[in-house]
């Protein structure tokens, strides 16, 4: 039995009352007027039998009537299962999505994502459907909806609670709106449930600042898909990241006396300011002191190399969260790119390519181009061709050079001929391996100048850019005609305005042959001293497979391509953990899922990688979940617990109301309480006649 | 004169009740006058022995002469007789100065019977009054409670009498039973020698009673007197368990009788026996008067206790 007021049933405390009346009427009903009380002490009150019993029925009888009002206008009536109404019955679809970035390793507040989790997968009603994810910069699946179809009801729960327990955060940086759009588009592979509109992303994170929300903007939400934010928010300790800043490429390479330059920037909620860097295990050298304020950055160098050890990496201390405070570096190499110059000219004579050609290759940070002079009658073992990485012919060859060019081509390599006489023609005939090909000197009064360059070729294709593209300056004096149709496969790269080509590529064995139908010395053209020299020398050192496009600083996360890296069959990459990855030739490298030095261990000399935490995976500051709301997120309107408990409350007592209306207990308690009323009178009544009756007689 | 020696002893008093008029009945009669005219019925002359000796009507005895006496005294006619010298003794008749003092306290007003203790020390009073009157003694009112209500001196003036019997009229009206103040205001303002009557029920401390009562002995006062209680503060004869109310505190008490009652018995017991025996040490006749005993053996007490005072005193010279 339910009560629509049990306040009301605080009167059945009202039965006191008779109780007290009985007590203070036994004493104080009869009262004699006595002369002096100076000999009489009080006397304890004592129950006699006969008044127990006198009076007890009565007493009851009262206590009876206060009980029945009470009740009954605490208005009881009896509560009937509620048949549920139809639409009452809704199934959500629910993803859950665990952020594992890096950020997630500070203090505990995995544990707290973990127990977050677990409470939201464990209030899931049986005809839910539920799906778990935990994403950081890719969205990986723990538990899919036809897992949890498939799953008996009992299990689902625990098993993706213990799939949970087998997580752990990783070090990748946090690609936030990746992962919610990806979430999304997995409800539009799931059927929709019939009578189930509801469709749950739930998302426990850190929330910081530094999550990549990319894709969020103008993302078209499928419909009915509501977003529920769990952010969980750590203790508010000083963070602060240490990142190796990116050198250009041609800047002078760290030295010993300084240091690669490093950012350290410090999160906005930071406590402290203070902060040392020094490199691990140059303990004895002096930290490098810095100051950066809360929400600021300071861009330094770094204390200079230690002269020992491979493994280099940069320690952030005075810092709270540890684990983005390793900066892992790998000091770059300069690569040794041989060109070879068959040709029979002096060094010194700037009439000739060569003078120039010297000096367009300078030594960079990655790369030191030495130029091979040899002269085109010169033997040329295969050896030492097959060190070379570009060949370029400006003389005719003899047979020993030509047969080591042919297998340089064989070897997938490339091979410029400049054509500063017709007198080349013939090496190209024996390189393409025709017969002959048909040229002729043009040298008219009117200079000439590119007229149609392919931009779409590699070679071209830095100049694709309008600012880059204006060939025109170099004007050219003399040139070659060149019968490209005898070559075969040759196609060209650029024409003379006057419809001569001016560059031509055929493919020769594996390899490219190019053939530039003018020289660049001054009296051929000006291309030796336009400003399109060097980047097309460098752009063909890249055609030809010398310059690889070669990065040492990664990003947990990042593929790391070893296609250019060597042609060996197989590549052996050692993980910092010390777990050997082979992988086939020419693929990529994904598993850098953990920061420190890769080493490519199969090629010579062996490569090193270093690999670092996403920079944005330092800026920890929680992120303001109104940002999100602007980026057209549909977060559920969080109703305030209060207020769905009160309509709840509500509705339950109009349900209650409607049930006591129906039922109309309290009346039949009030009749009961009138017939005791009447029965108490005239019990009362009774017993006073039967007591005076008793009394007259004395 | 009545014949107080025939009625000496519990016999004569027993067969002498019977015949004496119920309380009750006396009660009934609304003036107090002629109620104690009733009583007085029987005793037309007052009777009491003067403790001074002197020339009087009534020989007593005889005592040789013995140089000093007053020769005043001496019997001539024996000295005739037997030729030696005797002194005459007489008793000596002379009028006496009676004040009664009436506790008027609320307490008083309290009865089980169809009169209150109040009605009965009145009628007591009125009694003795209308008694001594008669014999010509000269007699005085003093009322109290708390402190004096009223006073009328000794006179025995033609229509004193009315006086006193309306002054006795009054209702009691105080509150507390306390006879320090009364009576050392008594002390003070009954400067002559005589006989005091107090009329109470000695419902108050007894702690104090021996020297009040020493202050009027002191003044050299005889004192009589008359305790008047109720039965049911005697027997506390109450059934049911109920609460008692104080008349003169106004105080409520829960006490069952059954319980209380031999505690309370022992307590009056003691309390009385405290009264008496501090009466006896002092020389003041005492007698218990409860309200249901009839008036004249309460006059009958006063008369016999008087005369035993007469010979105690008569004793005590002759030794």
């Given at each position: 039995m339910s009560f629509l007021a049990p306040l009301f049933l605080l009167g059945v405390a009202a039965v006191a009352w008779p109780i007290l009346f009985h007590l203070i009427r036994r004493t104080s009903r009869e009262r004699v007027t006595f002369s002096s009380l100076m000999f009489l002490s009080p006397t304890p009150p004592r129950v006699t039998r006969r008044s127990r019993l006198e009076n007890i029925f009565l007493l009851i009888l009262r206590c009876l009537v206060l009980g029945l009002l009470a009740f009954g206008f605490a208005r009881p009536f009896l509560r009937k299962p509620i048949v549920a109404s139809p639409d009452a019955k809704t199934v959500r679809q629910l993803i859950l999505l665990l952020d594992t970035s890096a950020s997630m390793r500070r203090q505990n507040l995995w544990a707290a994502a973990r127990a977050k989790a677990e409470e939201v997968l464990n209030k899931v009603s049986p005809a839910d459907r539920v799906a778990v994810f935990a994403f950081d910069r890719q969205l990986r699946t723990l538990f899919s909806f036809e897992q949890w179809n498939t799953m008996a009801a009992g299990e689902r729960v625990s098993l993706a609670i213990q799939r949970l327990g087998e997580l752990s955060p990783g070090w990748s940086s946090t690609y936030l709106g990746q992962a919610l759009t990806a979430a999304a588009e997995t409800f539009e592979d799931v059927p929709p449930e019939e009578g189930s509109a509801q469709r749950q992303i739930v998302m426990v994170s850190d929330l910081q600042e530094g999550s990549h929300l990319d894709g969020l903007q103008g993302f078209e939400w499928p419909?009915?898909?509501?977003?529920?934010?769990?952010?969980?928010?750590?203790?508010?300790?000083?963070?602060?990241?240490?990142?190796?800043?990116?050198?250009?490429?041609?800047?002078?390479?760290?030295?010993?006396?300084?240091?690669?330059?490093?950012?350290?920037?410090?999160?906005?909620?930071?406590?402290?300011?203070?902060?040392?860097?020094?490199?691990?295990?140059?303990?004895?050298?002096?930290?490098?002191?810095?100051?950066?304020?809360?929400?600021?950055?300071?861009?330094?160098?770094?204390?200079?190399?230690?002269?020992?050890?491979?493994?280099?990496?940069?320690?952030?201390?005075?810092?709270?969260?540890?684990?983005?405070?390793?900066?892992?570096?790998?000091?770059?190499?300069?690569?040794?790119?041989?060109?070879?110059?068959?040709?029979?000219?002096?060094?010194?004579?700037?009439?000739?390519?060569?003078?120039?050609?010297?000096?367009?290759?300078?030594?960079?940070?990655?790369?030191?181009?030495?130029?091979?002079?040899?002269?085109?009658?010169?033997?040329?073992?295969?050896?030492?061709?097959?060190?070379?990485?570009?060949?370029?012919?400006?003389?005719?060859?003899?047979?020993?050079?030509?047969?080591?060019?042919?297998?340089?081509?064989?070897?997938?390599?490339?091979?410029?001929?400049?054509?500063?006489?017709?007198?080349?023609?013939?090496?190209?005939?024996?390189?393409?391996?025709?017969?002959?090909?048909?040229?002729?000197?043009?040298?008219?009064?009117?200079?000439?100048?590119?007229?149609?360059?392919?931009?779409?070729?590699?070679?071209?294709?830095?100049?694709?850019?309008?600012?880059?593209?204006?060939?025109?300056?170099?004007?050219?004096?003399?040139?070659?005609?060149?019968?490209?149709?005898?070559?075969?496969?040759?196609?060209?790269?650029?024409?003379?305005?006057?419809?001569?080509?001016?560059?031509?590529?055929?493919?020769?064995?594996?390899?490219?042959?190019?053939?530039?139908?003018?020289?660049?010395?001054?009296?051929?053209?000006?291309?030796?001293?336009?400003?399109?020299?060097?980047?097309?020398?460098?752009?063909?050192?890249?055609?030809?497979?010398?310059?690889?496009?070669?990065?040492?600083?990664?990003?947990?996360?990042?593929?790391?391509?070893?296609?250019?890296?060597?042609?060996?069959?197989?590549?052996?990459?050692?993980?910092?953990?010390?777990?050997?990855?082979?992988?086939?030739?020419?693929?990529?490298?994904?598993?850098?899922?953990?920061?420190?030095?890769?080493?490519?261990?199969?090629?010579?000399?062996?490569?090193?990688?270093?690999?670092?935490?996403?920079?944005?995976?330092?800026?920890?500051?929680?992120?303001?979940?109104?940002?999100?709301?602007?980026?057209?997120?549909?977060?559920?309107?969080?109703?305030?617990?209060?207020?769905?408990?009160?309509?709840?409350?509500?509705?339950?007592?109009?349900?209650?109301?409607?049930?006591?209306?129906?039922?109309?207990?309290?009346?039949?308690?009030?009749?009961?309480?009138?017939?005791?009323?009447?029965?108490?009178?005239?019990?009362?009544?009774?017993?006073?006649?039967?007591?005076?009756?008793?009394?007259?007689?004395? | 004169m009545l014949n107080l020696d025939s009625m000496r002893g519990p016999d004569a008093l027993e067969t002498k009740s019977a015949s004496f008029i119920n309380p009750q009945a006396l009660m009934a009669i609304r003036n107090l006058e002629l109620r104690a005219r009733v009583v007085v019925e029987g005793f037309l002359n007052g009777m009491h022995r003067s403790p001074y000796h002197g020339f009087s009507v009534e020989f007593t005895e005889y005592r040789q002469y013995s140089p000093g006496d007053d020769p005043r005294y001496l019997d001539w006619r024996l000295y005739a007789r037997t030729d030696r010298y005797y002194i005459k003794k007489f008793e000596d008749e002379t009028n006496l100065r009676c004040h009664l003092l009436v506790d008027n306290s609320r307490s008083m007003s309290y009865g089980s019977l169809p009169y209150s203790k109040a009605i009965y020390a009145n009628t007591l009073a009125a009694t003795l009054a209308y008694f001594l009157y008669l014999q010509g003694d000269a007699i005085g009112l003093l009322t109290f409670d708390a402190q004096v209500r009223e006073y009328l001196p000794a006179r025995n003036r033609t229509g004193h009498l009315r006086h006193l019997m309306l002054a006795l009229e009054k209702p009691p009206e105080g509150t507390a039973t306390d006879l320090s103040a009364p009576l050392k205001r008594a002390a003070e303002v009954l400067r002559k020698r005589g006989l005091l009557v107090l009329i109470t029920d000695l419902l108050a401390p007894i702690e104090t009673l021996e020297k009040n009562l020493t202050l009027l002995t002191a003044s050299g006062h005889e004192v009589e007197v008359f305790q008047t209680l109720d039965p049911t503060e005697l027997n506390f004869r109450f059934e049911k368990a109920v609460l008692f109310h104080d008349i003169e505190s106004g105080r409520d008490l829960y006490v069952d009788p059954a319980a209380a009652r031999k505690h309370y018995l022992q307590k009056m017991e003691t309390h009385n026996t405290a009264a008496k025996a501090i009466c006896q040490k002092l020389g003041i006749g005492y007698s218990c008067v409860p309200t249901d005993r009839p008036m004249e053996l309460a006059l009958f007490d006063f008369l016999r206790e008087r005369m035993h005072r007469g010979k105690k005193i008569k004793r005590a010279e002759r030794a």
């Open positions: 419909r009915g898909v509501e977003v529920v934010i769990e952010q969980i928010k750590g203790k508010k300790t000083t963070n602060a990241g240490l990142q190796l800043v990116t050198d250009l490429e041609d800047s002078v390479p760290a030295t010993n006396e300084l240091g690669p330059r490093i950012r350290i920037s410090n999160a906005a909620d930071s406590k402290r300011e203070e902060f040392k860097v020094r490199w691990a295990g140059a303990s004895e050298s002096a930290p490098l002191d810095l100051y950066v304020p809360p929400g600021q950055s300071r861009t330094v160098s770094a204390p200079p190399l230690p002269a020992t050890g491979t493994n280099h990496h940069l320690l952030l201390l005075g810092d709270d969260d540890e684990f983005d405070n390793t900066a892992y570096y790998v000091p770059p190499k300069a690569e040794e790119v041989r060109v070879l110059y068959l040709g029979s000219e002096a060094e010194n004579d700037h009439v000739q390519p060569l003078y120039y050609l010297k000096r367009a290759f300078q030594t960079t940070r990655r790369q030191a181009v030495q130029l091979l002079l040899r002269r085109p009658d010169a033997a040329l073992s295969t050896n030492e061709a097959a060190a070379v990485h570009l060949m370029i012919v400006a003389d005719p060859l003899s047979e020993q050079p030509l047969q080591a060019a042919r297998e340089f081509l064989a070897a997938r390599k490339t091979v410029l001929v400049v054509m500063k006489n017709i007198s080349i023609t013939q090496t190209i005939a024996q390189l393409t391996g025709v017969a002959g090909v048909g040229a002729e000197e043009i040298a008219g009064e009117r200079y000439t100048m590119f007229g149609e360059v392919k931009f779409d070729h590699p070679l071209f294709a830095p100049f694709a850019d309008p600012r880059f593209s204006d060939f025109t300056k170099i004007h050219f004096w003399k040139h070659r005609r060149i019968a490209v149709d005898q070559i075969p496969g040759a196609r060209v790269l650029a024409r003379l305005d006057n419809g001569n080509p001016a560059l031509i590529e055929a493919s020769v064995g594996h390899g490219s042959l190019l053939v530039l139908c003018a020289g660049w010395q001054p009296a051929d053209s000006q291309l030796a001293l336009s400003s399109k020299f060097v980047p097309l020398l460098y752009s063909l050192l890249e055609l030809s497979g010398s310059l690889k496009p070669q990065r040492s600083q990664f990003i947990v996360g990042d593929e790391i391509s070893l296609a250019a890296t060597n042609r060996a069959p197989s590549i052996t990459v050692r993980k910092p953990d010390g777990a050997l990855v082979e992988l086939a030739a020419s693929s990529r490298f994904s598993q850098t899922d953990l920061p420190g030095v890769y080493a490519i261990t199969s090629v010579q000399p062996p490569l090193q990688v270093a690999v670092n935490l996403d920079p944005s995976e330092s800026k920890t500051s929680p992120l303001a979940v109104e940002e999100l709301e602007r980026l057209g997120l549909p977060l559920k309107k969080e109703v305030p617990k209060q207020t769905s408990r009160q309509s709840e409350k509500k509705r339950q007592h109009l349900l209650a109301t409607e049930l006591e209306n129906r039922q109309r207990l309290w009346r039949w308690f009030l009749l009961a309480a009138f017939g005791v009323v009447i029965l108490e009178t005239w019990i009362a009544a009774l017993l006073t006649r039967r007591a005076t009756t008793q009394v007259e007689p004395t | -």
